[in-house]
């Protein structure tokens, strides 16, 4: 192993066997600026392309009134025009297709150059605020609610507000799913089959992405999500009560006496069901309970809606979240969890990984736990089901940390995809406004530290048993250098394909496909879709890309540096080689 001290639990033998391995293949340094590498996949026509849409990108006029300019153009050119002027630009730039044919020769070229894909099917309802506000509070408010409202104990967090039911707003790098019915669910399902089955043909290790809230009503989500807090906050309250609070999640483990005592006190159950709560195989064995011991308290129950019980400390007792569920909402919940089940098989069968995508905090706790399920069931014995880990929230250490133990504790393959996050304007704002606590770091360094964490606590759990796996999903040069420096710490090789890296097609080339032919498993999300549709996706490019590009110039000049050198050398016609 390197110089660097490392901390290992694997044995003896297992380290000898790391210290035979070749130092050069610990010790691999990628050449970010080595242009040649970075677009030798890239003929003069889409480098010119590129500078083109990214210069575009920084003008503000452009940006702000792009779907408006884009709209107008459509009326302008008609509709033949106006696709192809958008296939010699943006849609050419940041979309591979408009469908599981069209998109082969894409993902093939990418991969002769070392690059594979997460298939992403962009296309999305171009609703206007008014229509997806309606869709939001008729989907995520009960007819508990509905009958009597203010009733029911919920918190404002996890409920709908009409001034934030557009979720589109302030998000710039995700798509948006609006409930309308079981049917609609149904047919989103499908496509995210038809997603992975091309995955599938197209490739042997590719990806797909999928969305919870396509794929049930999200008051589902919001009101397990609540439940999920309320019992952990619970914990929370117990683990002070026993001066065990402030530390990390794992490091809270509470004396199981004395927490039966504190739960007889608090009238949440009698003695014998308490009794009987922590008389499981393992649970209590220690002498002590730690928060995947309480988490695991909240499985056994039998309809769905009997998972939405909460402690009520004041009053004692265990009550549902809502006076009453109808049939209707019992059924749409098992349906939910029926379309999970049948992605993860058919991902299974198909060879494929299933990359969940993270959503706002107030769905979040319900699509991890949902996530983790299926990672229980699926990732027995390789790696299938990923779930996404947003940096930019305060409680990210705490939420990987506790999913690693888990999986070590289980036996299973963890599998996670890191990234930023893409909601932060969203949920600043609700917060400030409705009155909770804003779950987002202070700053972008604060949340750079919070990504580095998360990924060395991950680094080092691959180090240690070779069953995690993570995708560094990032644009972020730094961080990727990061990465390799600790890889390179650890012994940890590209070809043993535990650390995978991510980026946005169309973006940072210049990272991915240097990555890709020194080995690293390396992958572009490929957004596929008809042009007409992909329009609120694109749109979203271009607000991201303004950020990103005015915040660096470096894409920009990397791209003429090799557009200069190709002409100097007389390839003014030059064509990938592959």
Request: aromatic share 10%.
């Amino acid at each position: 192993c390197a110089s660097k001290e490392v901390r290992f639990r694997s044995t003896v033998a297992s380290n000898q066997t790391k210290n035979n391995t070749d130092a050069q293949t610990r010790k691999i340094a990628i050449d970010f600026d080595n242009t040649h590498e970075a677009y030798k996949s890239k003929d003069n026509i889409e480098l010119l392309r590129s500078l083109l849409v990214f210069k575009l990108c920084t003008f503000d006029f452009l940006v702000d009134k792009n779907k408006e300019l884009m709209d107008l153009s459509k009326k302008v050119f008609g509709k033949r025009l106006f696709e192809r002027l958008m296939k010699m630009t943006f849609y050419g730039q940041f979309v591979a297709g408009e469908d599981h044919n069209s998109i082969k020769p894409l993902i093939h070229k990418n991969q002769a150059f070392g690059v594979g894909s997460v298939l992403d099917y962009s296309v999305e309802e171009d609703l206007t605020q008014e229509e997806a506000e309606k869709k939001e509070m008729d989907s995520c408010v009960s007819e508990a609610e509905k009958e009597s409202p203010g009733v029911d104990h919920r918190e404002k967090k996890y409920k709908a507000h009409r001034q934030f039911g557009d979720r589109r707003g302030g998000v710039v790098s995700a798509r948006t799913y609006f409930y309308a019915d079981e049917a609609k669910c149904d047919a989103q399902m499908e496509t995210f089959l038809n997603c992975i089955k091309a995955s599938g043909g197209a490739s042997v290790d590719g990806f797909s992405a999928v969305k919870m809230t396509a794929l049930g009503r999200p008051q589902f989500l919001l009101q397990f999500s609540e439940v999920l807090v309320k019992w952990r906050r619970f914990f929370n309250l117990l683990a002070a009560q026993q001066g065990k609070s402030g530390i990390d999640a794992l490091e809270q483990k509470l004396e199981l006496e004395q927490l039966k005592e504190s739960l007889t006190k608090l009238g949440v159950g009698n003695k014998d069901d308490i009794e009987n709560w922590f008389t499981g195989e393992k649970l209590g064995s220690s002498g002590t309970i730690d928060l995947l011991d309480w988490n695991s308290l909240i499985n056994d129950r039998t309809s769905i809606s009997n998972l939405l019980v909460i402690p009520n400390v004041e009053t004692g007792q265990l009550e549902p979240l809502l006076r009453k569920f109808t049939v209707e909402e019992e059924k749409q919940m098992k349906r939910m969890l029926q379309r999970v089940d049948v992605l993860a098989k058919h991902a299974v069968d198909n060879g494929v990984r299933l990359m969940v995508d993270a959503e706002q905090t107030y769905f979040q706790p319900a699509i991890s736990r949902l996530t983790l399920e299926m990672q229980r069931i699926f990732n027995r014995e390789k790696p299938i089901i990923f779930n996404t880990y947003q940096c930019y929230l305060k409680e990210a250490y705490d939420n990987v940390s506790v999913d690693v133990e888990l999986s070590r504790r289980e036996g299973w393959y963890f599998g996670a995809k890191l990234v930023r996050g893409a909601y932060m304007y969203q949920e600043r704002s609700r917060a400030e406004e409705i009155g909770y606590e804003d779950p987002i770091n202070p700053d972008y360094e604060a949340t750079n530290r919070m990504y580095h964490k998360c990924l060395e606590f991950v680094l080092e759990e691959i180090d240690h048993n070779r069953k995690a796996n993570v995708m560094v999903a990032s644009h972020n040069e730094d961080t990727v250098k990061f990465t390799l420096g600790k890889m390179n710490e650890m012994g940890l090789c590209p070809t043993e394909k535990k650390v995978y890296f991510g980026q946005l097609l169309g973006m940072c080339d210049q990272i991915s496909f240097p990555l890709g032919q020194a080995g690293f498993p390396v992958y572009k999300y490929i957004p596929y879709g008809p042009v007409n549709e992909v329009i609120p996706y694109l749109s979203r490019r271009a607000l991201e890309n303004r950020g990103f590009m005015k915040g660096s110039q470096r894409e920009r000049s990397l791209l003429w540096k090799e557009l200069k050198r190709r002409l100097l050398n007389g390839q003014i016609l030059y064509k990938p080689v592959y």
